[in-house]
């Protein structure tokens, strides 16, 4: 990535040009109360795919969608009486909420890591309501740094790491929090999936029950199930077979690039990730290709080789977990 990384103080046309950028498919850093995130458009799963790409050593982990208010929740995430309970006592605020998504949520499957759940957060921070209220959708922000660093609390923070990866930071000065949101899970019982800028204590007192600890991780082969917890990895029905060079009858293809494979006319369905073998695009398609061949039910799903670099790395990490044997 080479791009030319605007810097501009907070304020109205900072928020102007944050919205602009996002609508565009760019990526934006933006100061909230927790730490700086690195935002792209909820909605646009190749901007998402850059997101990933831009952070470095991406894993398709859940996203957490910014939004404006509780009705811009609400139209992304199906809201049970607790995570109301909880939306109208902390938000805005450093809670973090996974609930089940609307019929039709806009938010990418890349961006939810192909699961039925969602994780939203209206963020306090000025800078950021300004920003969303401007751009007026979600907006997926992960920590604005490089995967594995300190996550930011400055704008130079992320200038560090990010210069050249990204198109705009917003510098609002120094954050409040300096840690991540609180996570809950808002399942049966409500789960502490992550700790953070929100206490255990204060959720509980509002809730009336304590909160439930998630399950301890199964395996190697596990997955975020959202942001701070794992648990069982993407599984289609369908068996997948991995690196692919033939179709057998009754098989669906999840291709890539432009070569065709002996068999393929046999095929119960293709889809090609990305013909022109660009894997940024493979990563924006991955979990909805693989979910509408799964819904065909055909006998198993064989996946094309696609390349171990770049986004290739987390692609066949994903499809690796997919293949595992159940």
């Not at 799963?45 to 831009?54: F, K, P, R, S």
């Amino acid at each position: 990535m080479d791009l030319e990384t605007l810097i501009l103080p907070a304020g109205q046309a900072a928020s102007e040009a944050a919205a602009r950028t996002l609508a565009a498919g760019g990526l934006v850093a933006f100061p909230t109360e927790t730490v700086y995130g690195l935002g792209a458009d909820a909605a646009n799963a190749t901007a998402i795919a850059h997101l990933y790409a831009a952070k470095g050593r991406p894993a398709f982990n859940p996203l957490i969608a910014h939004v404006a208010d509780l009705a811009a929740a609400r139209r992304i995430g199906r809201f049970d009486a607790r995570a109301l309970k909880l939306a109208e006592a902390f938000w805005p605020g450093p809670l973090t909420l996974v609930v089940p998504k609307t019929e039709g949520c806009p938010v990418a499957e890349l961006a939810t890591a192909g699961l039925d759940t969602v994780a939203i957060r209206i963020p306090a921070h000025p800078v950021a309501q300004a920003i969303l209220r401007a751009f007026g959708g979600a907006v997926v922000a992960p920590s604005a740094n490089i995967s594995g660093h300190v996550s930011p609390t400055l704008a130079a923070h992320v200038e560090s790491d990010l210069s050249g990866r990204i198109d705009l930071i917003v510098d609002g000065g120094p954050v409040e929090v300096g840690v991540e949101s609180t996570i809950i899970g808002c399942f049966e019982a409500p789960v502490l999936l992550r700790p953070g800028g929100l206490s255990r204590e204060r959720i509980e007192a509002v809730l009336g029950v304590p909160l439930a600890r998630p399950p301890a991780d199964e395996s190697d082969d596990s997955q975020p199930l959202a942001p701070g917890m794992l648990a069982s990895h993407y599984a289609p029905r369908a068996c997948v077979r991995l690196n692919a060079r033939d179709v057998s009858p009754g098989e669906a293809l999840l291709a890539f690039g432009p070569a065709r494979l002996p068999g393929l006319e046999a095929a119960a369905a293709v889809m090609n990730l990305s013909c022109a073998g660009d894997l940024d695009e493979a990563a924006a398609n991955l979990f909805g290709y693989l979910r509408t061949l799964d819904a065909k039910g055909p006998r198993a799903i064989a996946v094309m080789a696609i390349p171990e670099e770049g986004l290739g790395e987390a692609i066949n990490d994903r499809l690796r977990r997919a293949a595992v044997a159940r």
